[in-house]
Nanobody, 122 residues
Framework: QVQLQESGPGLVKPSQTLSLTCTVSGGSITTDYYYWAWIRQPPGKGLEWMGAIDYNGSPYYNPSLKSRTSISRDTSKNQFTLQLSSVTPEDTAKYYC??????????????WGQGTQVTVSS
């Protein structure tokens, strides 16, 4: 019933900010007690949890990315967003949004979006 869909530009220039939106349907992002997460997977590498925002709007971040990451939400649109600043080619990856019962998740489940490819290149 709950579906998530990532959207945003597929190409970002180095030093710019990567911005993605996750649109949630079939359920509210304010529903107790879920976390709404962003996860990415660089080519040939494993999943990396980036952060999440909980049902109250409190954000949580991977310490390795915290300085560059901002997760926010728009409850009126039932959307949450990812902003990753100062990107480099190392940020090239497939980006997923997901709903999770836990703060940190690296387990794909039914409440993950299909993912969207983002390439950082000049």
């Amino acid at each position: 019933q709950v579906q998530l869909q990532e959207s945003g530009p597929g190409l970002v220039k180095p030093s710019q900010t990567l911005s993605l939106t996750c649109t949630v349907s079939g359920g509210s992002i304010t529903t107790d007690y879920y976390y709404w997460a962003w996860i990415r997977q660089p080519p040939g590498k494993g999943l990396e949890w980036m952060g999440a925002i909980d049902y109250n709007g409190s954000p949580y971040y991977n310490p390795s990315l915290k300085s560059r990451t901002s997760i926010s939400r728009d409850t009126s649109k039932n959307q949450f967003t990812l902003q990753l600043s100062s990107v480099t080619p190392e940020d090239t990856a497939k980006y997923y949004c997901a709903r999770s019962d836990t703060e940190v998740t690296l387990t794909k489940g039914p409440y993950w979006g299909q993912g969207t490819q983002v390439t950082v290149s000049s």
